[in-house]
């Protein structure tokens, strides 16, 4: 089992930035995949970003491209979400999400294991 923390998220205006970091403890053995989920309110969940476990491979929705950057950390038990340019329709409730295939956190489906969750608003 994964245990996933999601931090960082907040109240921004339209133009800022935020952080995310999620920390996954647990399982430590595994090249575990890590990535970010959205659901805002009335949606579907939505597939925000993902990176495997060396950090060489990163894919993102064409919804954030160019504004958003997900990296990991050191430990590689780490992951973070830079958001950048902001705009109100990024406002979401923002998940943490692994799995030991990137073929899965990066598709809409997401992986096996899964954050509770994270406020982002965004205001214009």
């Known amino acids: 089992q994964v245990h996933l923390v999601e931090s960082g998220g907040g109240s921004v205006q339209a133009g800022g930035s935020l952080r995310l970091s999620c920390a996954a403890s647990g399982r430590s053995e595994g090249t575990y995949a890590m990535g970010w989920f959205r659901q805002a309110p009335g949606s579907g969940r939505e597939f925000v970003a993902a990176i495997n476990w060396s950090g060489d491979s990163v894919y993102y929705a064409d919804s954030v491209k160019g504004r958003f950057t997900i990296s990991r950390g050191n430990s590689k038990n780490t992951v973070y979400l830079q958001m950048n340019n902001m705009e109100p329709e990024d406002t979401a409730v923002y998940h943490c999400?692994?799995?030991?295939?990137?073929?899965?956190?990066?598709?809409?489906?997401?992986?096996?294991?899964w954050g509770q969750g994270i406020q982002v608003t965004v205001s214009s």
């Open positions: 999400n692994a799995d030991l295939r990137l073929v899965r956190v990066a598709t809409p489906r997401g992986g096996d294991y």
